[in-house]
């Protein structure tokens, strides 16, 4: 039996806040340590020493997060909990991170380090939509695809998001969230109306525009190194009655100078393409036979006939023979579609990759030899060492409701972004262990299209994390001009850089 020590008791008293914690003196946990910290104020914890860590610690992407050991894994069911777990990191000077769905693609959600406490937050799986104001609260927890079910159950509602149900809303949300209803409703983030989250200090916040506008500014884009978010109250949408999804295929063995052209006369039309279309470059190695080799897909947010209009200047500018194909399908079906699978995510969630991937993002027309250049790394590069694909996301041009906002409304700084593109690799065929040249090759990818005619135009989405970059350079690529009011407000909020993972504000 153990009697905490009279100093220990005084500690926990003082940081309890506005938790009713009750201390167990009977409870046989030796309190000088961070386990015996968490253990006294009841919270739900995982140590490696218990049987389900090693379950509990797998991160989606195998690749990147399997070496990496917490100190402990907490699971707290309210916010006063994940203050009482953040005091107990403060006592013992250990990082911090919070984990949602665990989709990190540099499995941050670990830490990205030995030794860190990570704060999961499946517990957090509140939904509810108020039927007046449409306006859902929605615990950070929650994945995607049940975010999207729920909603349009209940009034059939939506949100901008991502496609694969898998994903945390956490994550996804406080570091941008791009969907094919994005461009029309803006991205996740946009949405959001008011966080409840844990300060470094321990204290519980409902964050707004009103109440706390640095921290408002600066969790939608880069939360990760703000606060642990449990919660968020979000602006829904109605759903679209039905989706035009589309596909237009080009023969795997069209030139290199006509792929550019095909591009290019993309390119020209998404500048004033309207809101409610999607548009998607998808091209892929060959020896990867899931999808089509080389095509443009994407889907309308309208009637068929109004889509046979806003698509006609395209169709016009490309190849008479073009192959498409186009059906029309309901919302929740059309979400299936774009996840390749259900939208619902199994439960418990047993999912996972091995991959490493890059993205880049431009503010400007991609030029035609930038465009070249790429496309002529990919067709000469059949033998690669890794399966790759690589999609190129429109998010900008005139209408795009993404763009309708400037720098001071959020850090997320794609907002000038007219493309995002993600290459995306896994071990060839699938199978593990990704090969060790294979980050080099799609770094090489990468270059061919960056690094022709030295345009300073690329960024990254820092909701794609590349752990293979610097912390400067990530810091350059992610935020751009929005870093340094960034490092500013991490100071203010977070002097000890509580809040940690490699590539986090503050870290040099
Ligand atoms: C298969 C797949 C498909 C994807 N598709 C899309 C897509 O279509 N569109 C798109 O935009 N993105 C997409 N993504 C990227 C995805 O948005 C990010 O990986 C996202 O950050 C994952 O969030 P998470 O909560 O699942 O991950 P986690 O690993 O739990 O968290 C990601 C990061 O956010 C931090 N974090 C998590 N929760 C919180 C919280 N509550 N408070 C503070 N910090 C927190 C973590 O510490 C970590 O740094 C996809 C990813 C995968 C793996
Ligand atoms: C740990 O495993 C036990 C037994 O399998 C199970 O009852 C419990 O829910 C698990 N806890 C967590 C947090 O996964
Ligand atoms: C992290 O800890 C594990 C297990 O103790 C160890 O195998 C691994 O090498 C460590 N990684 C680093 C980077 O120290
Ligand atoms: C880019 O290439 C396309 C076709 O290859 C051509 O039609 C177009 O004029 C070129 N644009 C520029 C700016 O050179
Ligand atoms: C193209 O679109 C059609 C209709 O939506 C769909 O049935 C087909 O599977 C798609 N093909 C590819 C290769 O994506």
């Avoid at 300060?199 to 884009?221: C, E, H, K, M």
Wanted: hydrophobic share 40%.
């Amino acid at each position: 039996m153990f009697l905490p020590k009279l100093s220990f008791l005084s500690f926990l008293l003082a940081s309890s806040g506005a938790a009713a914690v009750s201390i167990d003196a009977h409870y046989p946990h030796d309190p000088h340590t961070l386990s015996g910290c968490l253990l006294q104020f009841r919270i739900e914890t995982l140590l490696p020493s218990s049987a389900n860590f090693s379950t509990a610690i797998q991160p989606y992407n195998l690749r990147t997060g399997l070496g990496w050991v917490p100190t402990a894994l907490v699971l707290p069911h309210t916010p006063q909990e994940v203050a009482a777990a953040i005091r107990c990191a403060n006592k013992f000077n250990i990082k911090v991170a919070a984990r949602s769905g665990g989709h990190s693609y540099g499995a941050y959600g670990l830490g990205g380090q030995n030794g860190s406490l990570v704060i999961d937050l499946q517990n957090f799986n509140m939904l509810s939509v108020d039927p007046k104001t449409q306006i859902a609260t929605i615990g950070a927890g929650v994945r995607l695809g049940d975010i999207a079910t729920y909603l349009y159950n209940n009034g059939k509602r939506a949100l901008p998001h991502g496609m694969c149900g898998g994903v945390g809303l956490g994550g996804h949300i406080l570091h941008g969230g791009f969907g094919y209803t994005s461009r029309m409703w803006g991205i996740t983030l946009d949405t959001v109306l008011s966080i409840t989250a844990v300060i470094s200090t321990g204290q519980i916040l409902t964050i707004t525009s009103v109440s706390n506008p640095d921290l408002f500014w600066a969790l939608r884009g880069a939360g990760s190194s703000f606060a642990i978010a449990t919660s968020f109250q979000l602006q829904t949408q109605p759903a679209p009655s039905n989706a035009i999804i589309f596909n237009y295929t080009f023969p795997s063995s069209t030139s290199i100078p006509d792929k550019v052209s095909l591009f290019e006369k993309a390119q020209e039309f998404a500048a004033t393409a309207p809101p409610e279309l999607a548009l998607r470059l998808m091209t892929r190695t060959a020896s990867f036979p899931i999808v089509a080799e080389w095509q443009f897909v994407g889907a309308y947010w309208g009637s068929r006939g109004k889509f046979n209009e806003v698509i006609a200047p395209l169709l016009a500018a490309w190849p008479a023979d073009t192959h498409a194909e186009i059906s029309e399908q309901k919302w929740l079906q059309a979400l299936d579609t774009f996840a390749m699978s259900s939208i619902v995510p199994p439960h418990p969630y047993n999912i996972h990759d091995t991959f490493f991937a890059k993205s880049l993002t431009t503010s400007v027309p991609i030029s035609n030899g930038s465009l070249s250049s790429f496309f002529t790394f990919l067709r000469d590069n059949s033998n690669a060492p890794v399966t790759w694909w690589v999609l190129g996301d429109l998010y900008g041009g005139k209408y795009s409701k993404i763009a309708s906002k400037g720098p001071e409304d959020a850090s997320y700084a794609g907002r000038d972004a007219l493309w995002t593109f993600q290459l995306y690799s896994v071990p060839k065929g699938f199978i593990p262990p990704y090969p060790s040249d294979g980050v080099e090759f799609m770094g090489r990818m990468h270059d061919s299209m960056t690094k022709v005619d030295g345009s300073s135009n690329w960024g990254a989405y820092p909701n794609y994390v590349d752990p293979t970059l610097a912390p400067r350079e990530a810091h350059r690529l992610y935020y751009g001009s929005q870093y340094d009011r960034l490092r500013e407000i991490k100071r203010r909020y977070d002097p000890e850089m509580r809040f940690w993972n490699p590539q986090a504000i503050g870290v040099e």
